[in-house]
């Protein structure tokens, strides 16, 4: 009985982990983390380079089931470093490191990753208005484990208690190791003097890396299939609209998030901008969020009202993200405010 109840016990934490890591972490501003959606959006900034850091803490309640975050940094690199001016060439690279942790952290994921990019411009017409096409790749490394510290068996129990020191005899969950993925992604853009639309399309773990606790030959990562857009423009000199939507699918999920938000500049010198909005993610959440940027610095936070099934439990989870990027170096004259970017 007491195999049978071990046994019990292994098969859900196997099959947890393995649905856990059959999607890729994503955000509900993934307009705020260019780098997990598309390689080509590397350097793809108003800026001559970008940090950003994405929190996100999913299904608070009793526990904190699910918690990601990623430190991001890209930039324009062999500039010719004229100000105001625009490339007709850009090549660019970035770094993400990120980690999602799992049933409080019992399963964790670690990556890091470093895309490449290259950008060029295709025309310009008479009119000023310019068609660019990018192209990136990627590469990740990545990491799935358990923390058997914060599990305990039944071979620990003392009599008096668990003592997570003794071997817990399931050394097979110790035989995952670290994949390398591939990605790669276009993008496409439009300009003109007061708007701007972006539309990409990405794929990651190109080559299905394998992972899998028993080494199953069968269990390997599903490739991630990813199509954005991006929309944004002067409504009038102080309003700013920006609206975008994702579509991600992955091992026969998948998903889509659609919204849009308003800014508005609040200073005559047009340094700080208030943005307030509004998203919805597919069978899943109506997602508000709000922000606010000064000059090189922009903060962003999201709440997802939930609308699946797990709105009816007794206590309600909930979900918060936090954005924030910093732009650093000279801009282009005439760039349009937005998160994307």
């Known amino acids: 009985m007491r195999k049978v109840k071990r046994l019990t016990a292994i098969l859900l934490l196997m099959c947890f982990a393995k649905n856990s890591n059959a999607q890729d972490p994503s955000f509900s501003q993934f307009f705020s983390s260019p780098l997990n959606v598309n390689p080509a959006l590397t350097a793809h900034i108003n800026a001559d380079w970008r940090f950003i850091s994405n929190l996100r803490d999913q299904w608070l309640g009793p526990a904190s089931p699910y918690a990601t975050g990623t430190v991001s940094f890209d930039k324009k690199i062999l500039q010719n470093k004229v100000a105001n001016v625009e490339e007709k060439n850009v090549f660019g690279i970035g770094g993400m490191l990120m980690y999602d942790y799992a049933m409080s952290g019992v399963v964790k994921s670690t990556y890091a990753s470093l895309n490449l990019s290259y950008n060029i411009k295709l025309a310009e ?27 305990s068996f039944q071979e620990q129990y003392t009599g008096s ?18 994949y390398f993925s591939a990605s790669a992604g276009l993008l496409y853009t439009y300009s ?39 929309y944004e423009t002067f409504l009038n000199e102080r309003t700013v609209l920006n609206a975008n939507g994702i579509y991600q699918y992955e091992n026969a999920a998948k998903y889509f998030s659609v919204g849009a938000s308003i800014g508005m500049f609040v200073d005559d010198e047009q340094q700080t901008i208030v943005n307030a909005g509004l998203w919805y993610w597919s069978n899943n959440a109506v997602i508000p969020y709000v922000g606010v940027a000064y000059q090189d610095f922009q903060f962003g936070l999201s709440y997802d009202i939930t609308t699946s099934k797990l709105s009816q439990a007794a206590r309600k989870p909930s979900t918060w993200e936090l954005s924030l990027i910093l732009r650093g170096s000279q801009k282009p004259s005439g760039a349009i405010p937005c998160p994307w970017k």
């Open 125 to 151: 017409d008479f009119n000023g208005n310019k068609h660019r096409l990018g192209v990136g790749f990627g590469g990740t490394y990545g990491h799935t484990y358990v923390d058997f510290s914060k599990l």
């Open 192 to 230: 003109t003097e007061k708007s701007n639309l972006d539309i990409g399309a990405a794929a990651y773990h190109l080559n299905k890396p394998k992972q899998t606790y028993l080494a199953d030959p069968h269990q390997f990562i599903p490739m991630r299939e990813v199509v954005h857009a991006n």
């Open 161 to 178: 208690g668990f003592n997570t020191n003794l071997p817990s005899g399931e050394s097979a969950l110790l035989n995952t190791k670290p």
